[in-house]
């Protein structure tokens, strides 16, 4: 998991700070129960008294300055929005969208959002309390467990370092370990096995591995909490809202958010914390129904993006368009507006991806090498835009039987060589193509950057079912899917099946136990579908190319089987080359 990291890490030999407490024994900090309120503003135009009123009466909240959050509203001024002040914007606080306060649905979740947020700012507020005596902790990596690494290197990749905690306090400690996350949950990190809470005697130290999941957490801080008695870290962590049901991926309405009691005394404990550069500053959407994908296990997937951004002026002029005819650029981020498609490594030059997002529009004859100068593709990030490295393409592979029409048309694949213009530092290890085609109730996982709510086919895909304006999450999303027969799929599809193509839908056991549906949907174009995700056996058995709206009802989503197209491949492998876009047909049709 760690291999994308490791020539990164060689560059970092240098003795990095610890984090330690104060050489002279200092009293224990005197018995309390967290209870620091958040400091809120409200909006000038939602000023009220029942607004005030409703804050106070949480319990968790005043109205105060410096404020930590801003109450607010969006491009929707009935929809309102909690957002971190300038002056917080590197707290533990984050954006979040609410519900509509004419339909009372803001005022009625309101209180549990900042329930949320008050303890993780009171559990922050443990590190400015007296540091433990003669505890010390930093990030270590696995090739050099004795060298504490740098704050910068930290910063950039803490989640993906292990902790080594060293007890010089000359008496035995109890350890604990918490993370918190930008989709507002709190959770405890192993600190031995399944242990969350161990005692450290006085003398040894401990190395506690990362958390198998805290890169799909978002997580932002990471928190070592220290004590002379046995306490219970489960007590004070809380469930994240987000994904809870189907509705609960962009806003939060009263029943995706739990009621969480008061954190519960923090007397006798201190704390260390790790703060993490990486989080995406609001709590993501899932891929229909999936979850954030987890650092390590996708450095094979890579972004293709424009470099053509918009102008102000076309930004403007879009405002202008009517509501069918725009993009909504001026609401979407620049990340969102330069995406293009998602795509896979196959060998350290080489992207599989879908040929729709090559082939298409302006790249269509004569002029196909405009991908050359008109899309990048981005390695070594999750993150939508920002992070990893950044490569040319400088050649190309086009399916000879994808006519460059539209998607939903057979043979949408496409096999792109790219060149570094810059220093190379990563090295992602590529993703092996399959050459089993997946039976029917295989469940698969489908990955991507595209919009996460459900849209009826015909319909507008940048609105969703409940006429919101659709957004690309800021951090890779993965969701189970489960491939179902050819005649059923091409029932659902209209006649539009063709050999080559696989059809997905959300797994039967997801939707039995009341799962969220799970689907592809515009900007996951190209992106992998994987078998065995997160294992040693992981391996490319589809790409991400169609579908009939996003996620509606039964309707499945469309991917290019990369094994029936596994021949091609190897065929256009050794085709590629330098400055040409080549058209090759499957080798396994002609004989």
Partial sequence: MLVLFRRFFATFLLLGPCRTGAAPHLPPAPPQVASSKLALRIAPELESPQLRN????????????????????????????????????????????????????????????????????????????????GIEACKVNDQSPD???????????????????????????????????????????????RESIVKLPAGERLVIAPSAGVGSKGASHEI?????????PAALTQPSPYGSTATCFVRLYSDCVAKVPPLPSTAGLSAISFTYDDQDGEPGPAMGGGQFAARGDADWMVELYSTLPYS?????????????????????????????????????????????????????????????????????????????ETRAIVGAVIHGGYTGQSSGLPDDIALLLLKSDEQVQLAPRPLKVSIAIPARGTTLTGLGWGYTQSVAPGANLLMSMSNEIQHNPQTLQQAPLEVIAASDCNQRVQGKWRPGMLCLVTPKAVAASGGAPTFSCRGDSGGPLVRNYGSTTEELVGLTSWSLGCGYKAT???????????RWVEAARKAIRAGAVIRIGDPARGR
């Fill in 54 to 133: 409703d804050v106070t009466a949480s319990g968790v909240a005043e109205i105060a300055e410096p404020a930590d959050l801003l109450l607010t509203t969006g491009a929707d001024p009935d929809f309102a929005e909690l957002r971190p002040t300038t002056d917080q914007i590197n707290s533990s606080l984050y954006f979040v969208r609410l519900g509509r306060f004419s339909s009372g649905d803001a005022q009625a979740v309101l209180p549990r959002v900042l329930a949320l947020q008050q303890r993780q700012k009171a559990l922050l507020a443990l590190v400015d309390r007296p540091q433990p005596h």
């Fill in 224 to 232: 070592v909490l220290v004590s002379d008695r046995p306490f219970d």
């Fill in 312 to 388: 102000p002026e076309e930004i403007e002029a879009d405002k202008k368009l009517p509501p069918a005819e725009r993009k909504y650029l001026a609401q979407r981020t620049p990340e969102e507006r330069a995406h293009s498609c998602g795509g896979t490594m196959i060998a350290p030059d080489l992207v599989l991806t879908a040929a729709h997002c090559v082939a298409t529009g302006r790249f269509l004859s004569p002029n196909e090498a405009r991908i050359f100068t008109d899309r990048r593709v981005r390695i070594g990030s999750l993150r939508l835009g920002r992070g990893g």
């Fill in 147 to 193: 060298t504490c690494l740098p704050d910068a290197l930290v910063r950039a990749v803490g989640p993906m370092l292990s902790t080594s905690v060293r007890n010089g306090s000359g008496e035995a400690k109890f350890i604990a370990i918490l993370e918190t996350s930008s989709s507002l949950g709190i959770s405890t990190i192993g600190v031995r096995g």
């Fill in 556 to 566: 499945p989503s469309i991917y290019t089987d990369a094994a029936y197209f596994s």
